[in-house]
């Protein structure tokens, strides 16, 4: 099962490579990794999705929060989030076809963020279910390349059961 | 803490402060926070700081590797409590360290290693003597910091202490560029240490703590289940008043030995794949186990399925990763163990529980340690037995790591809390020698006694002139059977008795410590030993005694890997012996 763990970290070098290598020592699995700063360019967000029952879980959090340079982590496991993953696309589409892959973007409410003679490139941004199912829908024209952030995440306002781990 | 010029400085408003060069702000530092003696090794890129220590108030030991140094800031830490500390040079001297931070970390011993590093702008170019040391050791420390500012030197250095000490202890790295040791700035006021990411758990929750004890009230089979924890959070003696006043029989981890006197008829003395019958079986018998500061190890628990599988678990510890990490708890109570045994005793009650100490008592009185006393050979256990009695049990006891481990773990009577240090968690051959000289430095006058295996003796025996060279008057006894012994007896039991590789062509080890300028001593028969003890004893430069012990004995019991804790090998050879 997927969790998603958001940890607020020093922006420091090193710490990055610190998490990672700890994933990778206590042979944790990773499904995506997302880093980025804060309003305080002294910290880091990473958000860290996890494949795992709850126990390995348990031990990810306990594991993160060791790390000195992580000062906060929140589980979101059994919460409700807010979950976002950005995704670039180039798509192999000749111009007679664009009308198509514009009424897909249409209905992804996606964005065509540059266009070639043979490719668009779409910008699509959205919960992991609809990022996949676009790339599903692109699949038969011929996916050039595609890149993706990871996972992004915050929990939704005033639920019960809401308290923050640690 | 001495008075030092820095910490008077503490009064002074800031801009009062002297400017220093970094070199100048280390040592201070390494002052202010405590330190007495230093092990390490000089080279190129902290030459700065050397020079700063040719006239400083800090004791200085050269140990013959980097490894053998890293390992002596660990056998001063354990024996004294404090902090140890280590300072070598860029690429190798920060490599060599390795073996031993790595060992430091898994046994939780506190240490503060200080690395020098190529200039700041050759970082990442390859340099001469250049290595990632802080990604080489990030997962073998606790913590790990390169300064790439003099402005963050001095606070560094003191968050290092901090982290190393508090907490569940372990090593930390501080990795210095050597134009850092050479730029200056002015000092800094000593301020409360405050990490955003760090704020370890002192006191236990009450309630837990209160739960705990009504379980221990509530039980009539239990054990107490101690770990190193118990030694570093000093609490033995908070122990021995919890276990005497709820009236608890105690076993002990590898690490552990020490933290319960072992002559006191509620001791079970070691648990686990070599610990005796009566802790193995009592810990699978038991409705309530009471784990403290010990982290259900793999060499403990045996088969994790059925480990102690009708029991409640109480786990104390300081470290919240370490509970539910291998054994699901029932109890969990994080923070200090003296903290929290205090508070335990207030709330237990005395309970008689005749049943529990009979049925222990008969295991005790059925299945003791036991090997061949008649036998006209050297036994390994024949030796520990006689440098306990010669000792008193009063002596600090180091290890290498094997069979003469393990023996000396059994036979050994332990009584006293940081008097026997050994590599549990990484067992690290070639700890016993280098750590031996790091508990004497820190206990000059205490009887400090190497026992060591021929092979874990050989990997770091150049060590002998440092003893010799500090007048440190280590006493190491070989319990020398010619092999790797722990190997040989594993592949005697599973691998057909094919001993591969597992053989040494020894030096003669008394003429090499002659010639290192230690005493050598041979003993070939089992009527020198008791002599050879107590010429050992009188020496007082060091001194290296090599038995020449029965070549094929094994330790016993055994729990094989995968077995149960209660499927122990190696009973009826016991019984063939009583």
Known sequence: ????????????????????????ARAFNIDSLAVGRTDDPAMSRMTIVVVGDDKVVEQVRKQLAKIIDVVKIQDFSGREVIARDLMLICVHISPEKRPEILALVEMFKAKVVDIGQKFVMVEVAGPE?????????????????????????????????????? | MKKNPSQDSSHQSPSDLPIKTGAEIIVATL????????????????????????????????????QGGCHMADGYARASGKVGVV????????????????????????????????????????????????????PITKHNMIVKDVKDLQQSIREAFYIAKTGRPGPVLIDVPVDIEVAKCQMQPLKEINLAGYKPQQKGHLRQIKMAAEAINKSDKPVVYVGGGVVSADAAEELRALAQKANLPVTMT??????????????????????????????????????????????????????????KIIHIDIDPSSISKNVAVDIP???DAKFILTELAKEVRHKERKEWFDKIADWKNRFPLRYDTKSTNIKPQYVIEQICEAAKSEAIIVTGVGQHQMWTAQFYKHTKPRHFITSGGLGTMGFGLPAAIGAQAAKPDALVIDIDGDSSFNMTLTEVSTAVQYELPVKVCIINNGYMGMVRQWQELFYNKRYSKSYLKNPEFAAVAQALGAVGITVEKKSEVKNAIAKMLNEKKPCVVDFKVEREENVWPMVATGKSLHEMDGLDIFESMA
């Open chain 1, 1 to 24: 099962m997927k969790h998603i763990i958001s940890a607020l970290v020093q922006n420091k070098p090193g710490v990055l490579a610190h998490v990672a290598g700890m994933f990778a």
């Open chain 2, 333 to 335: 109570v994080v923070g």
């Open chain 2, 31 to 66: 002052i202010e926070q405590g330190v007495e003696i230093i092990f390490g090794y000089p080279g190129g890129v902290v030459l700065p700081l050397f020079d700063k220590l040719y006239d400083a108030p800090i004791r200085f030991i050269i140990p013959r590797h980097e």
């Open chain 1, 129 to 166: 279910e609809k990022i996949e199912s676009f790339i599903e829908a692109c699949r038969p024209y011929g996916i050039k390349n595609m890149v993706r952030t990871g996972t992004v995440a915050m929990g939704r306002f005033d639920r019960p059961g809401a308290a923050d781990n640690q």
């Open chain 2, 254 to 311: 590898l690490l552990g030995l020490g933290s319960y006197d072992q002559r006191r008829p509620e001791s079970l003395d070691m648990l686990g794949m070599h610990g005796t019958a009566y802790a193995n079986f009592a810990v699978q018998e038991c409705d309530l186990l009471i784990a403290v500061g010990a982290r259900f190890d793999d060499r403990v628990t045996g088969k994790v399925k059925t480990f102690a599988p009708d029991a």
């Open chain 2, 87 to 138: 300072i070598t040079t860029s690429g190798p001297g920060a490599c060599n360290l390795t073996t031993g931070i790595a060992n430091a970390m898994m046994d939780s011993v506190p240490i503060v290693a200080l690395t020098g590093q190529v200039r700041t702008e050759l970082i990442g170019n390859d340099a001469f003597q250049e290595a990632d040391t802080t990604g080489v050791t990030r």
